[in-house]
């Protein structure tokens, strides 16, 4: 496994797998995560995984750069091959166009589409969560297709409900709560991607794969209620 | 049971902890108190432990009615603590009896206090942490800053808080206090290289330690932006968003820096030049509006050292606490 260790200040360091963002340097990652969540090392406080890279917070009272580095290469060398990596595939049911999906219209214009082949596209792809991050349990997903891919809006919208679905250039992802954004929104998922009072506030985790099942509006308000 | 009322609400002040570790990889922010050290003394002199839940107050502070007796120690910035109108000491355990009112003043030095009670502020943890994030709505009280009427308990005592308490009966203000002043520098603000640091031009590395930086208005608990020459990369290049940390100081497309500080995001997207050295963060979190930064470069060997420096005199202030209490 290729990785570079750098550090970040006098309290974190990072692992650089790569500089491109690409389904097996996001494996790589996955299972180094893996290690650090089922056996954390004692310095350790707590790791946050990116696109490329996993940064590591450690305690320098306890342990030095140096050291760390040490650690985290022994950690490294030492992990079992056959190291299970998550293969969860989590179906997110949305509820396409209409108020719920303000900019589909915008959407399927600037591709010469249909509302309806924008929606079947965007329900078929194998979407991957590279990352959580931005804000909380917000996904930032892979695999869109770029036939569906679209410029954001001009001037960003002051309140997105959380749950929206949106495109942002090539990328797709979901307002995991209620914020500011610039994103074309498609769709809203009923599902609650980030919820404060669960042991595992968020929904998806880095790793994730994602499937896209279209609902009716009706659906959509059982599913809510 | 209502143990203290908050008869004025300040500026912008929160129930704060050492903050909320663990959920990063869910995005979570972390939030907790800008002035660890503050925060940890005002703590010991109270006889809680060091994580425990304390007010940040910053600049203009809050009118607290007090309900019960009750230890408590103000550390941190000199806002002119004062108590049923007379001035009230900093760095000292102080107990203060029944319906006593504390005031806040004039800002003297720095930007924050912490105001510890003997137990703790009691509020509801949100994943384990008691921090506030207002932008999140979550932590502290109801996930904001405390507003008029707000009614707060304290935790439950320790040995220690009563000990301290039993002492303090009679004389009501230790005669001594905790020789802090080495602990905060005005201006200078010592860094290490950041991960994007040789990818900026020979002339912003150098500007970016020549000249001072001045804090703008536009800065809060998320972050400083600070205003002063521009800096620039050598070329523009699209950044992989990857982690950010407490001190990372990020350019961003306008060529100003950030610092980024507890409230701030757990990713981000522009180069960072540098970090600084977490010895170095109580000076920073007394820094406000209007003040200038000269930053020097150190190695991480140093910084890791002074911070250790920095532990054991601290671990010397808790057990002479504890020792004097004893």
């Keep these: 496994m290729n990785f570079q260790l750098y550090p970040m200040g006098d309290h974190a360091l990072l692992l650089e797998f790569g500089k491109v963002i690409d389904p097996k340097t996001h494996q790589q990652i996955q299972k180094i995560t893996n290690v650090l969540e089922h056996s954390p090392p004692s310095w350790m406080v707590e790791y946050i995984p990116a696109f490329t890279t996993i940064t590591i917070i450690y305690k320098p009272t306890e342990i030095l750069y140096k050291e760390a580095c040490l650690e985290l290469n022994k950690i490294v060398l030492n992990m079992e091959e056959h190291n299970a990596i998550n293969q969860h595939i989590v179906t997110i049911p949305v509820c396409y166009g209409d108020e719920f999906g303000p900019d589909l219209e915008f959407v399927a214009d600037v591709n010469s589409l249909t509302k309806k082949e924008v929606i079947n596209i965007h329900a078929n792809g194998n979407y991957l969560v590279y990352m959580i991050g931005f804000s909380p349990g917000f996904p930032y997903i892979g695999g869109m297709s770029e036939k569906i891919a679209a410029p954001r809006k001009k001037s960003p919208r002051l309140n997105i409900a959380a749950g929206s679905v949106g495109i942002a250039g090539k990328q797709t992802g979901i307002y995991s709560i209620d914020s500011p954004g610039g994103w074309q929104i498609i769709g809203r998922t009923p599902v609650r991607l980030f919820q404060i009072d669960k042991q595992k506030p968020a929904f998806l985790k880095a790793g994730d794969k994602i499937k896209f099942i279209p609902i009716s509006r009706n659906e959509y308000y059982e599913w809510v209620n | ?326």
């Design chain 2, 1 to 326: 049971m209502t143990m203290l009322t908050v008869l004025k609400r300040g500026f912008f002040t929160t129930v704060q902890d050492q903050g909320r570790y663990g959920y990063q990889k869910d995005g979570v922010v972390v939030s907790g108190v800008l002035d660890d050290y503050a925060h940890r003394i005002a703590n010991y002199l109270v006889g809680n432990c060091e994580n425990s839940p304390i007010l940040e107050i910053t600049l203009n502070g809050p009118q607290l009615q007090f309900h019960i007796d009750a230890v408590i120690a103000i550390c941190g910035g000199n806002l002119s603590p004062s108590i049923n109108g007379r001035p009230l000491p900093m760095w000292k355990s102080i107990l203060i009896k029944k319906d006593t009112v504390i005031s806040f003043g004039k800002c003297l030095a720095g930007a924050r206090s912490y105001l510890a009670v003997s137990g703790g502020f009691h509020v509801p943890k949100v994943m384990e942490s008691a921090s506030t994030y207002v932008r999140g709505k979550f932590g502290g009280v109801d996930g904001r800053t405390l507003q008029m009427n707000d009614k707060l308990t304290f935790g439950p005592f320790s040995k220690l808080n009563k000990r301290i308490f039993e002492k303090l009966t009679g004389s009501t203000v230790a005669n001594w206090s905790v020789p802090y002043q080495r602990m905060y520098s005005k201006k200078l603000i010592r860094v290490m290289k950041g991960r994007q640091y040789e990818e900026f031009t020979n002339i912003s590395r150098t500007n970016f330690f020549k000249y001072q930086y001045t804090i703008t208005t536009e800065s809060d608990r998320m972050g400083y932006r600070l205003k002063g020459t521009p800096l620039a990369l050598q070329r523009d290049e699209e950044m992989l968003s990857e982690a950010v940390t407490f001190g990372t100081i990020q350019i961003t497309t306008d060529g100003q820096p950030i610092i980024l500080l507890a409230d701030r995001q757990t990713t981000g997207g522009y180069p960072k030049i540098a970090q600084v050295a977490s010895v170095d963060f109580p000076s920073l979190a007394q820094m406000k509006p209007g003040d200038r930064i000269d930053f020097e470069l150190i190695t991480i060997e140093k910084a890791q050292q002074l911070l250790r420096q920095r532990e054991r005199y601290l671990q010397l202030i808790k057990t002479g606490i504890r020792l004097k209490y004893s």
